[in-house]
């Protein structure tokens, strides 16, 4: 474990500061030496156990310490600066700390290695990020703006950014288990066939990431950025955004979208409020009309089960995101309305929405349910 931290510097000799201290930040002993491993959001605590609790704030204290700014602020040529009283300016404050550990949450280690002994955990793989013990409330920066400023709403990237210029794509090969969204995928049962967005022929999309030689075999590239901004053809026309798509079927080959960053408002406009529901768990929240948040579930198309609707719902690929508009116009065209719903037959969602997973949202005009804190009542 220690050379693998060793190799940080190795490799980063000759490169820059900011490379070293993001490999530094994900190392697990690192994480385990100043705590912020398993560190989890105060919300989440508070849900699972009913107890108040902070995120820790050791690693948030000593990167600005120790690792980059130093405790008082400095002029160039490095001496100190004074206030008008003659004493040093603090680089931060302990509320500093306290909204930056917000940011250190979710870090744990990865998978144990099967070629070697770890009996304390995986200490040689770079950390890796669970997202349900994230804060997802903002955090202020040292100079009175938020982390994420500099970044554009998600609700504001352009339509379809997948087949837009700079849109990123990785390798997965044959497996089509996405690595960057890993619960977006999981199911108990292996039997099922999850539906994937498969590129037609016809796609300019497929093509690139095809990358054809003069024989017509693909020569498929670890990462794929797009050059230029592609025309959506048949169903791509169709969908707000991607994840795994499938560019051939003999073998199997599928890329990942690497969605872009982007961040989202705390607090919803009310005239862009809507309510995404999860059938199981059972519990609804606020959301953003305009984002690709939730698939869709259609009811008053098979009627009822037991008195409470059932619902069919559309889709291009398991666990598809779109938008509240997205999903109204889908029920619309088979003659429903989006809706909570109780019953559904796995056939009938068309192999859409996997609600057996933590991912299962769905858009609903309802406005009644069991709701969590925080949720649209």
Same mark, same amino acid.
């Given at each position: 474990?220690?050379?693998?931290?060793?190799?940080?510097? @190795?490799?980063?000799?000759?490169?820059?500061?900011?490379?070293?201290?993001?490999? $530094?930040?994900?190392?697990?002993?690192?994480?385990?030496?100043?705590?912020?491993?398993? *560190?989890?959001?105060?919300?989440?605590?508070?849900?699972?156990?009913?107890?108040?609790?902070?995120?820790? =704030?050791?690693?948030?204290?000593?990167?600005?310490?120790?690792?980059?700014?130093? $405790?008082?602020?400095?002029?160039?040529?490095?001496?100190?600066?004074?206030?008008?009283?003659?004493?040093? @300016? *603090?680089?931060?404050? %302990? &509320?500093?700390?306290?909204?930056?550990?917000?940011?250190?949450?979710?870090?744990?280690?990865?998978?144990?290695? *099967? %070629?070697?002994?770890?009996?304390?955990?995986?200490?040689?793989?770079?950390?890796?990020?669970? @997202?349900?013990?994230?804060?997802?409330?903002? +955090?202020?920066?040292?100079?009175?703006?938020?982390?994420?400023?500099?970044?554009?709403?998600?609700?504001?990237?352009?339509?379809?950014?997948?087949?837009?210029?700079?849109?990123?794509?990785?390798?997965?090969?044959?497996?089509?288990q996405s690595e960057l969204l890993p619960y977006s995928w999981v199911?108990?049962?292996?039997? $099922?066939?999850? +539906?994937?967005?498969?590129?037609?022929?016809? !796609?300019?999309?497929?093509? =690139?990431?095809?990358?054809?030689?003069?024989?017509? =075999?693909? &020569?498929?590239?670890?990462?794929?950025?797009?050059? !230029?901004?592609?025309?959506?053809?048949?169903?791509?026309?169709?969908?707000?955004? @991607?994840?795994?798509?499938?560019?051939?079927?003999?073998? /199997?080959?599928?890329?990942?979208?690497?969605?872009?960053?982007?961040?989202?408002?705390?607090?919803?406009?009310?005239?862009? $409020?809507? +309510?995404?529901?999860?059938?199981?768990?059972?519990?609804?929240m606020c959301a953003d009309k305009k984002l690709s948040a939730a698939?869709?579930?259609?009811?008053?198309?098979?009627?009822?089960? %037991?008195?409470? /609707? !059932?619902?069919?719902?559309?889709?291009?690929?398991?666990?598809? +995101?779109?938008?509240?508009?997205?999903?109204?116009?889908?029920?619309?065209?088979?003659?429903?309305?989006?809706?909570?719903?109780?019953?559904?037959?796995?056939?009938?969602?068309?192999?859409?929405?996997?609600?057996?997973?933590?991912?299962?949202?769905?858009?609903?005009?309802?406005?009644?349910?069991?709701? !969590?804190?925080?949720?649209?009542?």
């Open positions: 474990m220690y050379l693998a931290y060793y190799d940080i510097f @190795v490799r980063n000799a000759f490169g820059n500061y900011l490379d070293i201290l993001k490999e $530094v930040s994900y190392s697990p002993i690192m994480g385990r030496m100043l705590t912020f491993i398993r *560190s989890m959001s105060s919300a989440l605590v508070l849900r699972d156990t009913n107890m108040k609790a902070n995120p820790d =704030e050791n690693f948030a204290r000593e990167i600005m310490q120790l690792f980059t700014i130093g $405790v008082y602020k400095m002029n160039m040529d490095g001496s100190p600066i004074l206030d008008d009283n003659g004493n040093k @300016v *603090s680089t931060y404050e %302990n &509320r500093d700390i306290q909204t930056f550990a917000k940011g250190w949450t979710g870090f744990h280690f990865q998978k144990d290695r *099967s %070629n070697l002994e770890l009996p304390y955990g995986n200490l040689i793989d770079p950390m890796r990020i669970n @997202v349900l013990w994230r804060d997802p409330f903002p +955090k202020m920066d040292l100079h009175g703006g938020y982390i994420g400023d500099s970044y554009p709403l998600c609700k504001d990237l352009p339509k379809r950014f997948f087949l837009r210029r700079t849109a990123q794509y990785r390798l997965l090969g044959s497996h089509h199911i108990p049962d292996r039997s $099922v066939t999850l +539906k994937r967005f498969q590129l037609s022929n016809r !796609s300019l999309l497929r093509m =690139e990431l095809c990358n054809a030689d003069e024989n017509g =075999e693909c &020569r498929f590239r670890p990462i794929v950025t797009l050059n !230029s901004t592609f025309k959506c053809k048949g169903a791509e026309c169709d969908i707000d955004t @991607v994840n795994v798509v499938q560019v051939s079927t003999n073998p /199997p080959i599928y890329y990942e979208f690497v969605q872009p960053p982007c961040v989202n408002l705390p607090f919803i406009h009310s005239s862009q $409020v809507g +309510k995404i529901s999860k059938r199981w768990p059972h519990e609804s698939g869709n579930a259609c009811c008053g198309v098979n009627g009822e089960f %037991n008195g409470t /609707p !059932s619902m069919i719902n559309r889709c291009e690929y398991t666990n598809e +995101k779109i938008t509240y508009y997205k999903g109204k116009a889908r029920c619309h065209d088979i003659g429903g309305t989006i809706c909570d719903w109780y019953y559904t037959e796995w056939e009938a969602t068309d192999q859409c929405l996997n609600y057996y997973t933590p991912d299962n949202w769905h858009w609903t005009d309802a406005g009644k349910g069991h709701l !969590s804190i925080g949720s649209l009542d």
